[in-house]
């Protein structure tokens, strides 16, 4: 039987700043940002949006109400989860009306959730075939104003129905993983911002990325040439290229500028929405599958999921007949081009807005945010979600 991924959703914020205009507001070179890490646009998520919201909002239009009947298991990756104990998961349920009868859990490592999720969603659908799992991905990446990983924010969510018989991509068997205890980057629960080691980052993503690809090429007799694609999680764009450089001498030229220019494909959307975290490598992998438009059923591709702490694993996947006809691009189109720039000061401001943390109450303007799913405000230490179409 094969499993793999039937339907995939994105949602991001409204809001996005130019990183040129960060640039020259934090006095750096603006081909730092545009060329050094790789970035053009920054998703902002206004206070009307938390991970909640965005998965929901990703999720929204790709269920069916088959699916929803058929899902039994919906499994949230975030590294931004809005409570200790309960699952964001288990509101995104209600917020779409999903079939009761079903499990409901957050995962957490890093940017490694998602993966976490697809992995677990495999053996679900391997157990119970006629089953659908949803598996969500969503995050806002803060770092802090004025520091070194700002330029490497951003925010959004991916969704993706796991089935038997997918339509768009069926995974292979194979499947590489690593763990090691790292402190590159991490998140004290008293802390809104991410601490991180940046270059330890960087060091560690490509020492795994080296690992396990050698680990993979062991287990699976595969080589550079049988990929027609790697997809990389992207904290920024040129992360993912740092890894792929690496392993590109190991095959012939015409197999390098294939991957090279595929990957410069994958890296379109996270170019201009910024580091989702758990999304990121999903995002990747729905740029490729939107913007390559040649891009044949059958190909395989690569992905390689890092979450930082750390947790890494390649896996691969083989695209599906037809299975172009099931991706939403003109939707994913319509929502980059219907968003609104900020300017620099008012990314500061919104970046400052943060929900109280006494239990106080508040009303948030959901008329400024064009999102169908919002968070409206807190009460008694609830948070308040509106579905505005319900
Ligand atoms: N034109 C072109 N490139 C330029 C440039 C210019 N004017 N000025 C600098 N650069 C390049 C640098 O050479 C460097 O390229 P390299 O990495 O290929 O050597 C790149 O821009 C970044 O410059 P650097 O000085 O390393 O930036 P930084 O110290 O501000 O930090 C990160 C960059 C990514 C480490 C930082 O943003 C960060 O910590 N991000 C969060 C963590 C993260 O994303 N980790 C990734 C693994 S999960």
Redesign the pocket.
């Known amino acids: 039987m094969d499993i793999g991924i039937d339907k995939i959703g994105f949602y991001a914020p409204h809001l996005y700043v130019d990183m040129n205009k960060l640039a020259v507001s934090r006095e750096?070179?603006p081909?730092?940002f545009t060329?050094?890490?790789g970035q053009e646009k920054m998703a902002v998520a206004p206070i009307t949006q938390d991970t909640v919201t965005l998965a929901a909002n990703a999720a929204l239009d790709i269920l069916t109400e088959a699916d929803k009947e058929k899902i039994d298991f919906v499994i949230f990756g975030t590294e931004t989860g809005v409570d200790h104990s309960k699952s964001a998961g288990v509101y995104i349920h209600h917020l779409l009306g999903m079939n009761p009868w079903a499990r409901t859990v957050e995962v957490k490592q890093a940017?490694y959730g998602a993966t976490a999720a697809i992995q677990m969603a495999k053996g679900h659908i391997a157990l119970n075939p006629s089953s659908k799992v949803l598996v969500l991905g969503a995050d806002i990446a803060r770092?802090g104003l004025k520091t070194?990983?700002?330029?490497?924010q951003g925010a959004g969510a991916i969704a993706m129905v796991i089935s038997a018989e997918p339509k768009i991509m069926k995974l292979e068997e194979h499947s590489a993983y690593l763990t090691a205890d790292v402190m590159?980057?991490w998140r004290p629960v008293y802390s809104e911002m991410a601490l991180?080691d940046?270059?330890l980052?960087?060091e560690?993503?490509i020492s795994f990325f080296s690992k396990i690809w050698g680990k993979y090429k062991e287990k699976s007799g595969l080589a550079l040439q049988d990929f027609e694609a790697i997809c990389y999680?992207l904290?920024?764009t040129?992360?993912g290229y740092?890894a792929l450089k690496t392993v590109l001498d190991e095959t012939a030229e015409e197999t390098q500028e294939r991957l090279l220019s595929n990957y410069k494909i994958s890296t379109q959307y996270s170019r201009n929405i910024g580091?989702i975290y758990t999304g990121s490598l999903y995002l990747a992998l729905l740029s490729l599958l939107e913007q390559k438009e040649d891009l044949a059923a059958g190909s395989r591709i690569g992905l390689f999921s890092?979450g930082?702490g750390a947790v890494g694993e390649f896996f691969t996947g083989i695209l599906q007949p037809n299975y172009r006809n099931y991706l939403n691009t003109r939707q994913h189109t319509e929502l980059f081009s219907a968003r609104t720039e900020v300017s620099v000061s008012e990314y500061e401001q919104i970046f400052a807005e943060t929900l109280p943390k006494d239990g106080t109450s508040i009303e948030l303007d959901t008329d400024q945010d064009p999102a169908k799913i919002c968070l409206a405000g807190m009460k008694d230490h609830m948070r308040q979600y509106i579905h505005k179409t319900k």
């Open positions: 750096v070179e081909e730092k060329i050094g890490i940017c770092y070194s990983g700002e330029a490497t590159d980057f991180v940046g270059k980052s960087n560690q993503y999680h904290p920024y040129k992360m740092k580091n890092y930082s």
